[in-house]
């Protein structure tokens, strides 16, 4: 299935080009196979023909249809050659893509927000409740310490008033001896 000159229709092969600008340069997901990695292969219009890479379309009218391009496309040259591979999506699954596409991106946008893995929430609750006990110990031992030292204080007061007793004492004694 070859495509019409109509812009609409167009797949995202700007991106394979390499000449898309700003957000909607990026694809909002990962491919999960290398572009080449397909069987059986199609080729190009190019002399001698190349396999084409097959793209994933993120344009506002294909967003997740995919589709064939001229591998030199993404040097901005080549045959011109493109070509879809799906069919087009049910309006409703295309429009549901191009939805999770600008949100992916506008997530992506928040540049200081760096993504957070389960892997990374997890590791810290696994750390969380390795030191909680550790912190729950050190508590008891604290009040412990601290009831040492309040027993310390009293002990001391008591000395300091048998002391001044016992110069008060002293005084007296001495100035009654005269
Ligand atoms: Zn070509």
Redesign the pocket.
Known sequence: MSWSNCESSAPGFRGASGRRRGTEARSPVPYRQNPMAYEPEVL???NP??K?PRWISWSRANPGRRYYS???AMNGD??G?VQWYDSPLPKFFSDLIGDLRDEVWRLHGQDNVPPVSVEQVEECRDQFVLVEPTVKDLQDQLKEKSAEIAALKGKFEKVVFIVLVFVFGVVAGKLFAF
Do not use: T
Request: aromatic share 8%.
């Open positions: 190009c219009h190019c023909r190349r084409a001229c591998v030199n080549g045959c050659f």
